[in-house]
């Protein structure tokens, strides 16, 4: 038996102006020594193939071109000698301004399908933000350092921030600022397109005829318009009053009111916060570089403790790539052929006569979309066999009055396999996973893969949308 | 009359005359009243003997009043920081959470403090206690558990002889004969082993566990067995009489500084005198800092029914 097996995972992320693909290889390792419990750990990650960074093909200024994506993702496959039968897990998202386009939802799912079996789709700007924190470092920074790591992804269309309080996101936020919401032609450097925010920017400052001015004011009306991006973006992270502009360029703030300590910036954009002396301003045809720039004179940059991050345009990518999946404990309950499963939400139980009830909140996410929800159990302080066993006894009765299948139940502590020896003896070979190991949520999402090679352990993707848990 | 067997009886003498002087003359502390009742040339070679050798402590326990003393042993190492003004306390505190190792103790000096040093000592009086605590009858019987002994008679015969404690003596196998299923699926062996505490402290949380398990895969179980003066190949003697196709031995470890509660399984595919130790599968740790107790026994159920599967433990069990 070896104790040790890898995974490949590929990660693949569709950007407001760029899609990258990287493709890793996950070494996970049993820790243990052999006369214990094994207990499965990812023990090295290490990049396998990173692809050059590639344009988002659009049909137009609203709709993604699907055939388009696939030939990048296939093109990228071939180059990198892989096919999507040998990808064992990933994620693909979806991010910025593309997240919010007409097919957006739909491609994500059918390129997931596409690109390997249990290749995980994501789409929405909480999401990108923690996973972007994860590839640059922040989340690591904030880990090591025992501190608050505050990550900015700067892309094409939004901003994405994220907190982490020693590892731990503990809340994120998204604006409508970014390097490809206004671009340029190359040559006369005159504005070609202005996105909808920096139009909204523009008409609320004195320069809302910039389309018709000179070039100096064209430049002028620019450089305002990025500061004003700027100042927003402050506002956010040090959790003031937003104003009426920052309002509208809010797509969403749950950051608690605290300040970072540390300062991670990543995405395309963070390269020109970082490089210093720039010649070529409009090398992309946007105003990336400038808005870089313009960060660089804002208040954040020289307030914080500004460190240089793992991966700047890669941030994303790498984080979907190498950082989203989790590995259950070895000690699980899984029945018969059920696995993957995808997008099932944790519900946390109510409280009910004193005991735990899953049936109500369970209703809520029963319809048309989810036919399966994962029962969460919350952390227990007595951990005895009499107390488990009366646990066991509750999750048992609610069971089968769910018409989730399989049934799922996840908790983070180590007891899935005597709950769910528990649950079989009571209700016979049903189709049941029972894992712990995981941390999840009301508000979750999970998805669950197939057993590794050699253990018992499951990867596990969860997909956190809300924060500041209790 | 042997030498140790002489200076054992010299303690008693010894520890039974201070233990009159104490009741006599209250308000005297120990310490004096010690000095006062031998010649001071005994006292320091009695002392020396009476805080070494384990037979005694129980006897000292009686003698030395200290109810009102602070047991050392509970307060708990890993959230216990005795470095002055730590730089970063959190951190020292996490890595601590981290280990059972004594990180973080300080020094006095380039020895340690005395609080640590006598932490030290008390955690290897508990481990000589778990050592020497003996099972009874009744303990069996709470668990409707049939009660054996190996060919020990005593717990000194334990230690100094470990290939009877591995042969269960007549009585027993008379009992096993009459009173146990035989050719069951699995035979289930409760020992005391090194550390009765191991068995007080995980068998009420992991033999139910194990229970369920078995019969969640439907797997029959035999009457179970709870043996006194222990090793582990007494499950092999007991195989022979028994003939269960695995036989699943849970003992208590030989107690450490950092616990005396850790518990063993040790696991066999046909069990019989000629078992060689790579046919064993074992699953060590098993206390609180270690595998929870209820884990490990729904751990162990699936082992055994991989074990039944295969028809193989130990080494086997891996090719």
Request: charge should be negative; aromatic fraction near 6%.
């Given at each position: 038996?070896?104790?040790?097996?890898?995974?490949?995972?590929?990660?693949i992320?569709?950007?407001?102006t760029?899609?990258?693909?990287v493709?890793?290889?996950?070494?996970?390792?049993n820790v243990?020594?052999g006369?214990?419990?094994?207990?499965?750990?990812?023990?090295?990650?290490?990049?396998?193939?990173?692809?050059?960074?590639?344009?988002?093909?659009?049909?137009?200024?609203e709709?993604?071109?699907?055939?388009?994506?696939?030939?990048?993702i296939?093109?990228?496959?071939?180059?990198?000698?892989?096919?999507?039968?040998?990808i064992?897990?990933?994620?693909?998202?979806?991010?910025?301004?593309?997240?919010k386009?007409?097919?957006?939802?739909?491609?994500?799912?059918?390129?997931?399908?596409?690109?390997?079996?249990?290749?995980?789709?994501?789409?929405?700007?909480?999401?990108?933000?923690i996973?972007a924190?994860?590839?640059?470092?922040a989340?690591?920074?904030?880990?090591?350092?025992?501190c608050?790591?505050a990550?900015?992804d700067?892309?094409?269309?939004?901003?994405?921030?994220?907190?982490?309080?020693?590892?731990?996101?503990?809340?994120?936020?998204?604006?409508?600022?970014?390097?490809?919401?206004?671009?340029?032609?190359?040559?006369?450097?005159?504005?070609?397109?202005?996105?909808?925010?920096s139009?909204?920017?523009?008409?609320?400052?004195?320069?809302?005829?910039i389309?018709?001015?000179?070039?100096?004011?064209?430049?002028?009306?620019?450089?305002?318009i990025?500061?004003?991006?700027?100042?927003?973006?402050?506002?956010?992270l040090?959790?003031e009053?937003?104003?009426?502009?920052?309002?509208?360029?809010t797509?969403?703030?749950?950051?608690?009111g605290?300040?970072?300590?540390?300062?991670?910036?990543?995405?395309?954009?963070?390269r020109?916060?970082?490089?210093?002396?720039?010649?070529?301003?409009?090398?992309?045809?946007?105003?990336?570089?400038?808005?870089?720039?313009?960060?660089?004179?804002?208040?954040?940059?020289n307030t914080?403790?500004?460190?240089?991050?793992?991966?700047?345009?890669?941030?994303?990518?790498?984080?979907?790539?190498?950082?989203?999946?989790?590995?259950?404990?070895?000690?699980?309950?899984?029945?018969?052929?059920?696995?993957?499963?995808r997008?099932?939400?944790?519900?946390i139980?109510?409280?009910?006569?004193?005991?735990?009830?899953?049936?109500?909140?369970?209703?809520?996410?029963?319809?048309?979309?989810?036919?399966?929800?994962?029962?969460?159990?919350?952390?227990?302080?007595?951990l005895?066999?009499?107390?488990?066993?009366?646990?066991?006894?509750i999750?048992?009765?609610?069971?089968?009055?769910?018409?989730?299948?399989?049934?799922?139940?996840?908790?983070?502590?180590?007891?899935?396999?005597?709950?769910?020896?528990?649950i079989?003896?009571?209700?016979?070979?049903?189709?049941?996973?029972?894992?712990?190991?995981?941390?999840?949520?009301?508000?979750?999402?999970i998805?669950?893969?197939?057993?590794?090679?050699?253990?018992?352990?499951?990867?596990?993707?969860?997909k956190?949308?809300?924060?500041?848990?209790? | 009359?042997?030498?140790?067997?002489?200076?054992?009886?010299?303690?008693?003498?010894?520890?039974?005359?201070?233990?009159?002087?104490?009741?006599?003359?209250?308000?005297?502390?120990?310490?004096?009243?010690?000095?006062?009742?031998?010649?001071?040339?005994?006292?320091?070679?009695?002392?020396?003997?009476?805080a070494?050798?384990?037979?005694?402590?129980?006897?000292?326990?009686?003698?030395?009043?200290?109810?009102?003393?602070?047991?050392?042993?509970?307060?708990?190492?890993?959230?216990?920081l005795?470095?002055?003004?730590?730089?970063?306390?959190?951190?020292?505190?996490?890595?601590?959470?981290?280990?059972?190792?004594?990180?973080?103790?300080?020094?006095?000096?380039?020895?340690?403090m005395?609080?640590?040093?006598?932490?030290?000592?008390?955690?290897?009086?508990?481990?000589?206690?778990?050592?020497?605590?003996?099972?009874?009858?009744e303990?069996?019987?709470?668990?409707?558990m049939?009660?054996?002994?190996?060919?020990?008679?005593?717990?000194?015969?334990?230690?100094?002889?470990?290939?009877?404690?591995?042969v269960?003596?007549?009585?027993?196998?008379?009992?096993?004969?009459?009173?146990?299923?035989?050719?069951?699926?699995?035979?289930?062996?409760?020992?005391?082993?090194?550390?009765?505490?191991?068995?007080?402290a995980?068998?009420?949380?992991?033999?139910?566990?194990m229970?369920?398990?078995?019969?969640?895969?439907?797997?029959?179980?035999?009457?179970?067995?709870?043996?006194?003066?222990?090793?582990?190949?007494?499950?092999?003697?007991?195989?022979?009489?028994?003939?269960?196709?695995?036989?699943?031995?849970?003992?208590g470890?030989?107690?450490?500084?950092?616990?005396?509660?850790?518990?063993?399984?040790?696991?066999?595919?046909?069990?019989?005198?000629?078992?060689?130790?790579?046919?064993?599968?074992?699953?060590?740790?098993?206390?609180k800092?270690?595998?929870?107790?209820v884990?490990?026994?729904?751990?162990?159920?699936?082992?055994?029914?991989?074990?039944?599967?295969?028809?193989?433990?130990?080494?086997?069990?891996?090719r």
């Amino acid at each position: 038996m070896s104790r040790e097996s890898i995974l490949t995972s590929v990660g693949i992320d569709i950007g407001t102006t760029t899609t990258k693909l990287v493709i890793s290889y996950l070494t996970l390792t049993n820790v243990m020594p052999g006369s214990r419990i094994p207990r499965i750990e990812i023990s090295s990650k290490s990049l396998f193939y990173a692809s050059e960074v590639r344009f988002t093909p659009f049909l137009d200024r609203e709709t993604i071109d699907e055939k388009g994506v696939r030939q990048i993702i296939s093109e990228e496959y071939q180059k990198a000698g892989i096919s999507p039968e040998k990808i064992d897990t990933g994620a693909i998202i979806i991010t910025g301004e593309s997240a919010k386009k007409e097919n957006a939802e739909k491609l994500v799912h059918a390129l997931a399908e596409f690109s390997g079996d249990f290749v995980v789709a994501t789409a929405g700007p909480e999401l990108e933000s923690i996973i972007a924190g994860k590839g640059s470092g922040a989340e690591e920074i904030s880990r090591r350092d025992r501190c608050i790591c505050a990550n900015v992804d700067i892309g094409g269309g939004t901003t994405n921030i994220a907190y982490y309080d020693n590892g731990t996101c503990i809340g994120n936020a998204c604006l409508e600022v970014g390097g490809r919401l206004i671009e340029v032609d190359l040559l006369s450097h005159k504005i070609k397109y202005m996105a909808k925010a920096s139009r909204s920017i523009a008409e609320a400052l004195p320069c809302s005829n910039i389309n018709s001015e000179s070039h100096e004011t064209q430049q002028k009306g620019i450089e305002t318009i990025l500061a004003q991006m700027v100042k927003s973006v402050d506002e956010v992270l040090f959790s003031e009053n937003p104003s009426e502009i920052t309002r509208v360029l809010t797509v969403n703030n749950d950051l608690p009111g605290v300040l970072p300590q540390k300062l991670v910036f990543s995405g395309g954009v963070s390269r020109y916060i970082y490089q210093k002396n720039m010649r070529d301003w409009w090398v992309h045809g946007d105003v990336g570089p400038l808005l870089g720039e313009a960060y660089r004179m804002g208040r954040a940059y020289n307030t914080f403790e500004v460190i240089p991050g793992a991966e700047t345009i890669h941030a994303t990518v790498m984080g979907a790539g190498i950082h989203t999946v989790n590995v259950s404990g070895s000690t699980v309950t899984v029945q018969k052929d059920c696995l993957p499963v995808r997008n099932i939400p944790v519900i946390i139980p109510e409280i009910r006569n004193g005991h735990y009830d899953w049936i109500s909140p369970s209703q809520r996410f029963l319809d048309s979309l989810h036919t399966c929800v994962a029962f969460g159990i919350p952390v227990q302080d007595q951990l005895d066999f009499q107390s488990i066993d009366e646990l066991t006894e509750i999750i048992a009765k609610q069971l089968p009055q769910i018409p989730s299948s399989p049934k799922v139940i996840v908790m983070e502590q180590d007891v899935a396999k005597v709950i769910g020896q528990g649950i079989v003896k009571r209700l016979g070979n049903i189709d049941l996973v029972c894992i712990d190991g995981i941390r999840a949520f009301t508000g979750d999402y999970i998805d669950i893969g197939k057993a590794l090679a050699y253990a018992e352990a499951l990867p596990v993707v969860v997909k956190t949308l809300i924060f500041n848990h209790k | 009359m042997s030498m140790e067997d002489n200076i054992k009886l010299i303690v008693e003498q010894v520890l039974k005359e201070i233990a009159v002087t104490e009741a006599s003359g209250k308000g005297t502390s120990a310490g004096t009243s010690t000095g006062g009742s031998v010649s001071s040339a005994w006292t320091s070679a009695v002392a020396g003997t009476a805080a070494s050798s384990p037979w005694n402590s129980g006897v000292g326990a009686s003698v030395y009043d200290d109810a009102d003393a602070e047991d050392l042993s509970t307060v708990d190492l890993q959230t216990q920081l005795l470095v002055p003004d730590p730089k970063n306390k959190e951190l020292y505190l996490d890595m601590k959470k981290s280990t059972s190792a004594r990180i973080g103790v300080w020094r006095a000096g380039p020895r340690p403090m005395t609080q640590t040093l006598l932490r030290f000592r008390a955690d290897h009086a508990v481990a000589q206690d778990s050592v020497m605590g003996e099972i009874a009858e009744e303990d069996a019987a709470k668990y409707n558990m049939v009660y054996v002994k190996s060919q020990c008679r005593d717990k000194d015969e334990y230690l100094t002889r470990p290939e009877l404690g591995r042969v269960l003596d007549e009585d027993s196998i008379r009992k096993l004969e009459k009173e146990c299923e035989k050719k069951p699926q699995v035979q289930i062996l409760v020992a005391d082993g090194l550390s009765s505490k191991a068995m007080e402290a995980n068998i009420p949380d992991l033999y139910p566990a194990m229970l369920q398990g078995l019969q969640s895969m439907g797997i029959r179980v035999g009457t179970p067995i709870m043996a006194k003066y222990a090793r582990v190949g007494l499950m092999d003697s007991i195989g022979e009489v028994i003939k269960p196709d695995v036989c699943v031995n849970l003992i208590g470890e030989r107690p450490g500084l950092g616990t005396a509660e850790s518990m063993s399984a040790y696991i066999v595919y046909n069990p019989r005198a000629d078992v060689i130790e790579s046919e064993r599968t074992v699953l060590s740790n098993i206390h609180k800092g270690g595998t929870p107790a209820v884990e490990a026994g729904a751990h162990i159920a699936a082992l055994i029914k991989k074990i039944l599967d295969a028809k193989a433990s130990g080494v086997n069990l891996e090719r």
